[in-house]
């Protein structure tokens, strides 16, 4: 008596005696998204993508590190992990000989092979790796903004841009952490947020290995290798990245202000900055916040101001991780660890 081969579907565990059945199955669990998230209602084609979103959830993390005390909620983000500790880097770039512990980290490094890849915008130069990217440039330089803000009228190119910018208005923060209680305005600042309970960094430096969690810091790290970046000022040595900076701050020692306030007689190198100071004379505050009912004399303080509310911490320790609403703050906070060296 023959027995008829079964098929076992992994997803939902129904059975199949005929193969093309389970092959028509299988079919409908990608095309259909079977599964559902009980508590956010997303949908998945296999059960097993839900059971790793659920811990996105629950805070799951069942993946320890054996050398550290991380733990991660994915396998594969703690082999990734354990080459920080290893040092492997299985991902080799064919045409230089340079390996990278990841392979994301491998598919940009190529981009700096391959110049047929890139698309250069005509009118400034700047190249991007997509078209579609090289697209919504070129409409920043025409003004061309398919979206409007009901509030203050800035013209944006895409609806979610559009609408994480009004949440900067309205205060919501639809995003929260499901670690700690914070919450956050815009899914990548939550993202990078994340990476403070995680620990990972999946931003690399090429030259010395040295990983940081947001692209932003990394920016601000290579920038330290480069010898032809900085631009130092030949008087006092202090170190500028921009040349246009350099060149205002050299004015500062020459004495040679193109400004000046009526008020008091103080000189400026800069119209932006004079009427900012004119303003500490009026009282006038022309920037009010959207949520609250503060307003202040200098737009870079109302900005500062509004991560009160939208809880974001742009501003990141390469020492430690921690992460700081203002600028300022991070400096203070940058001494701590250079008192630690001395501290026997």
């Not at 296999?46 to 991380?70: D, Q, W, Y």
């Not at 490094?109 to 991007?128: A, R, V």
């Not at 330290?224 to 246009?244: A, D, L, R, W």
Request: aromatic share 8%; with cysteine; hydrophobic share 25%.
């Amino acid at each position: 008596m023959s027995i008829d081969k079964q098929y076992e579907c992994r997803d939902c565990k129904q059975s199949f005696v005929e193969e093309d059945q389970f092959t028509t199955h299988l079919m409908q669990h990608l095309d259909r998204k079977l599964f559902s998230c009980a508590i956010c209602a997303k949908s998945f084609s296999k059960n097993n993508a839900l059971e790793i979103h659920l811990r996105s959830h629950t805070g799951e993390t069942p993946f320890p590190c054996n050398v550290c005390e991380k733990s991660f909620s994915q396998k594969n983000n703690l082999k990734t992990h354990l080459r920080t500790h290893t040092g492997e880097t299985p991902f080799n770039c064919q045409i230089c000989g340079k390996s990278f512990s990841r392979r994301d980290m491998l598919k940009r490094h190529m981009w700096t092979h391959s110049e047929n890849n890139l698309f250069p915008c005509k009118i400034c130069g700047k190249s991007f790796t997509q078209k579609t990217t090289l697209d919504s440039h070129v409409q920043s330089h025409m003004q061309k903004f398919a979206y409007s803000c009901e509030f203050c009228s800035k013209g944006f190119m895409r609806r979610g841009t559009l609408e994480a910018h009004i949440r900067s208005h309205t205060g919501e923060t639809p995003f929260p952490c499901n670690v700690c209680d914070r919450a956050f305005s815009r899914k990548d600042v939550l993202r990078n947020h994340m990476r403070t309970h995680t620990g990972e960094t999946p931003f690399n430096c090429q030259i010395c290995g040295k990983s940081f969690s947001r692209r932003d810091v990394l920016k601000n790290h290579i920038r330290t290798h480069s010898e032809n970046n900085p631009s130092p000022c030949k008087i006092c040595g202090k170190v500028f990245t921009q040349k246009t900076a350099l060149d205002s701050h050299m004015q500062s020692h020459t004495r040679k202000f193109a400004y000046s306030c009526e008020i008091c007689d103080k000189g400026f190198l800069q119209r932006g900055t004079m009427e900012a100071h004119i303003r500490s004379h009026t009282g006038e505050t022309p920037f009010p916040c959207s949520i609250c009912d503060r307003a202040f004399s200098r737009k870079d303080v109302l900005r500062n101001h509004m991560r009160t509310h939208t809880g974001e911490t742009p501003f990141l320790c390469e020492v430690c991780g921690k992460a700081f609403s203002r600028k300022d703050i991070l400096k203070i906070h940058i001494r701590t660890h250079a008192v630690k060296k001395f501290v026997i």
